[in-house]
């Protein structure tokens, strides 16, 4: 059975640093890309970007670039999400999901991490 | 960018037949993929390359994709897919969302 499991809910300050998780099991962790996608409170779906832990080939979307990176660790099947500074803005839940392929469908998803950034 | 367009709320009765539109230029020369997202939960695949199912998605779940629009349509809609949806395209490297729609069984 395929599974992405994410890291658990964080609360977080304004110009703190983050990263969250997302541990792929039950498939080749290393032949499928991962993608990130934000969803703000209340709000639609938005694609972050990519990653293919087979090589690392990382893209992003021009929305984000700059603002978040995108890892993985293939050894333990884990992607990485993370922000060197984060905003209030940046409150929402994550989402990671697997692509067969670039151009494909989002098919298995994580539950989701909920980040919440208050002072 | 690309964009594409979703109405924000459709409506039906039970039993009764859902579309969902999903508007974007020439989206026909694209493959359109839907998501079914449930208050609280993390968005489920329904939909893939315009109207193939994923198993274990209803065969009541059935997409189209022409022209300017692609069309999620749930026949026989039942209380529980009461849901958001969301459409999706791939447009030069990256993946575009429509708004999403957010469907009401009366």
């Known amino acids: 059975e395929v599974q992405l499991v994410q890291s658990g809910a964080e609360v977080k300050k304004p110009g703190e640093s983050l990263k969250i998780s997302c541990k792929g099991s039950?498939?080749?962790?290393?032949?499928?890309?991962i993608g990130w996608v934000r969803q703000m409170p209340g709000k639609g779906l938005e694609w972050m970007g990519i990653?293919?832990?087979?090589?690392?080939?990382?893209r992003y979307s021009p929305s984000f670039q700059g603002q978040v990176t995108i890892s993985a660790d293939k050894s333990i099947s884990t992607a990485y999400l993370q922000w060197s500074s984060l905003k209030a803005s940046d409150t929402a839940m994550y989402y990671c999901?697997?692509?067969?392929?670039?151009?494909?469908?989002?098919?298995?998803w994580g539950q989701g991490t909920l980040v919440t950034v208050s002072s | 960018s690309y964009v594409l367009t979703q109405p924000p709320s459709v409506s039906v009765a039970p039993g009764q037949t859902a579309r969902i539109t999903c508007g974007g230029n020439?989206?026909?020369?694209?493959?359109v993929h839907w998501y079914q997202q449930k208050p609280g939960q993390a968005p489920v695949l329904v939909v893939y390359?315009?109207?193939d199912r994923p198993s274990g998605i209803p065969e009541r779940f059935s997409g189209s994709n022409s022209g300017n629009t692609a069309t999620l349509t749930i026949s026989r809609v039942e209380a529980g897919d009461e849901a958001d949806y969301y459409c999706?395209?791939?447009?030069?490297?990256?993946?575009?969302f429509g708004g999403g729609t957010k469907l009401t069984v009366l």
């Open positions: 999901a697997r692509h067969p392929r670039v151009g494909a469908m989002l098919d298995y």
């Open positions: 039950g498939y080749s962790f290393t032949s499928y890309w």
């Open positions: 990653i293919y832990p087979g090589d690392s080939d990382t």
């Open positions: 020439n989206i026909g020369s694209k493959s």
């Open positions: 390359d315009d109207s």
């Open positions: 999706q395209v791939w447009d030069s490297s990256n993946v575009v």
